[in-house]
């Protein structure tokens, strides 16, 4: 299973990510560091489950599949104050909604727009067969 090209290109990626994060190419530091990184996933994924309910974490990971770095958001702000004691009991699917509308309120809303060029959409190749 080991391809010398997959191996290549995943030092090659190695390389460029301790590049940009200037480190010196350490692969033992690497490793240290993911994982660190993977044991703060987990530490988060467990104070996830013990503050939500199945339903809201249902909901969360809905909203994660469309907006990630929403979700992200959410889930630090629910690890934090799982921390610092603000939570008593789990958080239900309507506790999250509360959450939620209180979040999307604090944060400022992103104007997007979607522009239609319907010249080019007149210029369809299909309307010459008529």
Known sequence: MDDPELDQIRQQRLAQLQAQQGGTGDPS??????????????????????????????????????????AAMIENMICRMAQMGQIQCKITEPDLIQILESFNQQMPKSQSTVKFDRRRAALDSDDEDL
């Open 29 to 70: 530091n690497a490793k240290a560091q993911q994982e660190k990184m993977q044991a703060m996933e987990q530490a988060k994924h467990t104070i996830l489950s013990q503050a939500l309910s199945q339903d809201a974490r249902a909901r969360l990971n809905t909203i994660k599949l469309g907006r990630p770095e929403k």
